[in-house]
């Protein structure tokens, strides 16, 4: 019989075949709607692709905060999380249908966009075969980064070792800032170049909290789902729950710190070239959703994550950070769906396709039951950690 380190528990198998069922779903409805509108599919697609790609580098860069700053709260997440950053070993497979419609997602990447002076000013960035290039440096970097830090956080697991918990603190500082650089480039690549004739320089870290805040979130979903079996029972205390609410607290204040001051830069500026972005998404039906968000991702959670017993009880807790999680979704959809053409204007309103549902599920699907996969592999819990083995003792 395994011990109680090595256990899995049984949701995680039903994970995976409820995640494999939603896939295929998914992925017919994706099928049969791509045949009939090529384009809005693959708009659609990047958009789930944004979404679940942000969730693995979450999960990448919530890892090397906890190497550097350590603390029992990274500790009881560290391999869940770890199995989410081997998610992004996937990214360039699902990356293929955005290379496939650049044409009909990107402005820039159509032909047409040589009549616009603004374009062919900026297409000594903004052209085929440089986008494609980042992308790969992109990869490489999170794919690599996730590599080695799996690989040493493994050795870890016969004791405590001084050297290689050096070398996870090294190459975290190191990693992180490699983080911000490619975080940064590749929402400007795959997000912001939506509206080529805007910019802005808080929208990568716009998309860095957010990825921080849905990994987050995910996993603390995951922890509650898992805490009443081996290898969590007994483990896991409402002293580690209470450190997670507090550190979703954080990024939820801070991500609605980030977006009100981009909004009033832009308010305050008042300039032509900044302002339509804004009318886009506060006008017809998109205004009811910038108001759900301030509601649903900032204000219920800031004040229900106000409370200590909650953040103490693991199911409450789920709770929010589930209705965080989806309103993740919304906010991913806001920032881009007003530049992807088919989703209506500020004077007709918001539209949602079919394939915008379609695709998330599809694409979330394989990515939680290759997630699942991954949780199998080793054990549950950093059993070489001493904090970690004194708990697992005291449960026994």
């Known amino acids: 019989m395994k011990p109680p380190a090595h256990a899995v528990p049984s949701r995680v198998g039903r994970l995976q075949r409820g995640a494999l069922a ?25 958009f789930a692709y944004l979404f679940w790609t942000n969730v693995g580098i979450g999960c990448l860069s919530l890892v090397m905060i906890h190497h550097l700053s350590g603390g029992m709260w990274g500790l009881v997440i560290r391999r869940v999380l770890e199995a989410g950053t081997r998610t992004l070993y996937l990214a ?18 159509k032909p047409e966009s040589a009549a616009d002076p603004l374009l062919r000013h900026k297409a000594l960035y903004l052209n085929t075969g440089f986008f494609l290039a980042r992308a790969a440096f992109y990869f490489v970097v999170w794919a690599g980064l996730a590599l080695v830090l799996n690989k040493l ?12 918990s050096r070398r996870l603190r090294g190459i975290s500082s190191v990693g992180l800032l490699l983080m911000g650089l490619t975080i940064t480039f590749a929402s400007v690549d795959w997000a912001m170049s939506l509206d080529p004739h805007w910019f802005s320089t808080i929208y990568g870290v716009l998309f860095m909290v957010g990825q921080a805040l849905a990994a987050l979130t995910l996993v603390i979903v995951l922890l509650a789902l898992f805490s009443k079996e081996a290898p969590f029972a007994g483990v896991v205390k409402p002293v580690d729950t209470h450190d997670l609410g507090k ?48 509601v649903f991702h900032f204000v219920l959670p800031f004040l229900l994550l106000l409370s200590r017993d909650l953040k103490r009880d693991a199911r409450k807790l789920a709770g929010v950070a589930g209705l965080v999680f989806l309103v993740r979704l919304l906010d991913l959809f806001w920032l881009v769906a007003p530049d992807l053409q088919g989703h209506g204007d500020q004077a007709h309103g918001i539209s949602v396709h079919g394939l915008d549902v379609a695709t998330p599920i ?16 080793r054990p549950l819990l950093p059993i070489g950690e001493p904090e970690i083995r004194e708990r697992i003792e005291k449960a026994a």
């Open 362 to 377: 599809a694409l979330g699907g394989l990515w939680l039951a290759f997630f699942a996969h991954e949780l199998r592999k």
């Open 92 to 109: 360039p497979l699902f990356f293929l249908p955005v290379v496939l419609g650049m044409g009909h997602v990107f402005a820039w990447a």
């Open 153 to 164: 956080s493994a050795q870890l697991d016969a004791g405590p070792d001084e050297r290689v």
């Open 22 to 46: 939603a896939a295929v779903l998914g992925l017919v409805a994706c099928l049969a709607g791509g045949f009939a509108n090529p384009a809005q599919f693959y708009r659609s697609w990047l």
């Open 247 to 294: 550190l979703m607290l954080a990024f939820t204040m801070l991500w609605a710190y980030i977006h009100l001051s981009q909004f009033l830069i832009t308010w305050s500026g008042n300039l032509p070239e900044e302002i339509p972005w804004y009318l886009r998404r506060t006008q017809g039906g998109w205004r009811l959703v910038a108001q759900l968000l301030v």
